[in-house]
């Protein structure tokens, strides 16, 4: 048996998983307790991707075109024309990439939809670089890519402590040898860098909100807090303590959004003005079991929107998303409100996408 080691998440892995899991609707309750988040409401049907660690072959099958020696947003785009080559061949029997999704989409047909909206989503993140002129740096992107190649590395070395070497666990786990993995590598660190890049440069476009933000299944420890905050308490101290929402840990934190996050704790945050606190907001509708929550905002700043070319903000961008990475609520937001698969009724929003 071949064998596993199981990838330490980094901060960039980590982001996308968790809205991998939010779309899949299995995201543990953190916390412990029970309901998910009401930020965690049911996905928009363009999702987020997965990283290539989890799924190369099928990677490879389902985007082709993606070799090494593609440049720029052609890299998140699939092969034009489609290039429907053979994978294996039984006797004089040819199997082709179709037959591979098509199979897939018989016996998971959430994992097919998956990639079909993984395609929609960098589609569109390719034609908003090419409008505004978006590229990653690329010794960056070398930088980011040989940091999860060390990660990985040391994992194997501490958990297979010798047994087999770093190439023998390539090949065992992804089947692919050293060269393949970086390539592998560098194209899907790159991808994830055009994403966030996009999805920071458009919400830059818009005026925007921080807010910090408190839920609880209980109105009246709401209308409590907010007594207190009118009165002059720490609204952050009131979230560590009192929220039952992931971000408590941070105070509630919550980073920059625009108006396309069509949410209940948006578009309260929209209605308020720096220092304000938000009457109690019902959540009923934006997050998943059934049971009611109620949240309070906080406004920290409004942001007007800058109307600046990408090079002027590059730098800014780039140190931004180093620091704090794209958030679930952040893409959740950039294909509700950009990206429109086939399949997805126009008039979707957080609330009602994914019934």
Not at 283 to 305: E, F, I, Q, T
Not at 310 to 339: G, N
């Amino acid at each position: 048996m071949a064998a596993r080691v199981v990838r330490a998440p980094t901060r960039r892995a980590a982001t996308i998983g968790a809205v991998l899991l939010l779309t899949a609707g299995c995201a543990a309750p953190p916390g412990g307790r029970s309901g998910a988040s009401p930020l965690d409401a049911p996905a928009p049907r363009v999702v987020a991707p997965v990283p290539a660690a989890v799924s190369n072959r099928l990677a490879s099958v389902l985007h082709p075109g993606t070799g090494a020696g593609v440049q720029g947003p052609a890299l998140l785009e699939p092969a034009r024309p489609a290039d429907d080559a053979v994978v294996a061949t039984v006797g004089d029997v040819a199997i082709r990439k179709s037959h591979v999704f098509d199979r897939l989409a018989e016996t998971d047909r959430r994992r097919a939809q998956l990639w079909i909206d993984v395609l929609v989503m960098d589609a569109v993140v390719a034609q908003f670089a090419r409008r505004y002129g978006i590229e990653p740096d690329a010794e960056r992107i070398a930088q980011l890519a040989g940091e999860e190649e060390e990660l990985l590395r040391a994992q194997v070395d501490v958990e297979l402590q010798g047994r087999l070497d770093f190439d023998g666990y390539l090949q065992r786990q992804f089947g692919l040898s050293r060269d393949e993995y970086r390539a592998e590598l560098v194209r899907d660190v790159t991808r994830v860098r055009y994403r966030g890049l996009v999805i920071r440069y458009l919400a830059m476009l818009e005026d925007r909100v921080e807010v910090r933000f408190i839920t609880h299944s209980d109105p009246q420890v709401l209308e409590d807090a907010r007594r207190r905050a009118l009165d002059g308490a720490d609204f952050a101290s009131l979230a560590r303590r009192l929220s039952d929402d992931d971000t408590r840990s941070q105070g509630g934190y919550l980073a920059p959004f625009g108006r396309g996050f069509r949410h209940p704790i948006a578009r309260a945050a929209f209605e308020l003005a720096p220092g304000e606190v938000s009457p109690v907001v019902s959540l009923d509708g934006a997050a998943s079991g059934g049971a009611p929550r109620y949240a309070l905002v906080y406004c920290l700043r409004r942001l007007p929107p800058r109307d600046e070319p990408f090079a002027a903000v590059r730098s800014e961008l780039a140190a931004e998303l180093d620091a704090r990475p794209i958030q679930p609520f952040e893409q959740t937001a950039f294909t509700l409100q950009y990206c429109r698969s086939s399949t997805a009724p126009a008039d979707a929003s957080l609330e009602s996408a994914g019934r």
